[in-house]
C-alpha cells in the first residue's frame, strides 16, 4: 500500500494469441497486464477478479505463478489471503512464514467475451507447507516450475530447502 510496484510477472499466452503477466504486488492482491503476441505492447496493470466485477484475488507479497493445463485451463496458485495473517498489521513483508502458507490453486478458462479474459474458479487447497514449520524456508513453495508430461501436469516445488517435490494437478 505505501509502494506502487508490480513483480516477479508469471507470463502465459491466451487462445488468441495475447499475452498476460500474473505479478505479485503490496497491496495484498495479484495484479495482471495483457500484451501483445509479441510483447512489445502491454496495458497499464489491473487488480485481479474472479471474473469481470467480481471481487479480487487475495495474496501477499510472494511469487503468483500462472501455467496453461493440457486440457486447456490455466492454473494459478496463491496463497488466498491478504498478507495480514493472524492479524499482522504490515501486508507488505509482514511474517512471511505466516502469510506465504499454505497454498492454493485457483483453475481458470478462457473467455473471449469477458474483459478479464481469464474466469477464476473458487481458490481449493493445493498444499500445505507449513509442516516444514513455520521458517522462512517453507515459504519457498511458489518458486517452482511446472511440466506437461504423457501422465499428466506436475507442479514441482521446493519443501523446506531440503527437497524438491512433485505434485500431480488434478483439478
Not at 474483459?115 to 474458479?121: K, S
Amino acid at each position: 500500500p505505501s509502494m506502487s510496484c508490480t513483480q516477479e510477472p508469471s507470463i502465459v499466452t491466451l487462445p488468441d494469441g495475447r499475452l498476460m503477466a500474473v505479478m505479485r504486488t503490496m497491496s495484498g492482491c495479484c495484479w495482471y497486464s495483457l500484451g501483445s503476441a509479441d510483447g512489445s505492447v502491454w496495458c497499464n496493470p489491473r487488480l485481479l477478479l474472479y471474473r469481470d466485477h467480481g471481487r479480487p484475488v487475495l495474496h501477499p507479497l510472494s511469487p503468483s505463478p500462472i501455467y496453461r493445463l493440457q486440457d486447456g485451463r490455466y492454473i494459478l496458485f496463491i496463497h488466498n489471503n491478504n498478507g495480514r495473517v493472524e492479524g499482522l498489521p504490515d501486508p507488505e513483508f509482514g511474517d512471511i512464514a505466516k502469510n506465504r502458507t499454505p497454498v492454493y490453486a485457483l483453475t481458470a478458462r478462457y473467455d473471449a467475451n469477458s474483459e478479464q479474459p481469464l474466469v477464476f474458479d473458487e481458490p481449493q487447497l493445493f498444499l500445505d507447507n507449513r509442516r516444514a514449520g513455520p521458517t522462512i524456508y517453507s515459504t519457498l513453495a511458489l518458486y517452482g516450475s511446472f511440466t506437461s508430461l504423457s501422465h499428466g501436469d506436475v507442479f514441482w516445488y521446493p519443501d523446506a530447502k531440503t527437497f524438491l517435490l512433485g505434485k500431480k494437478i488434478r483439478f
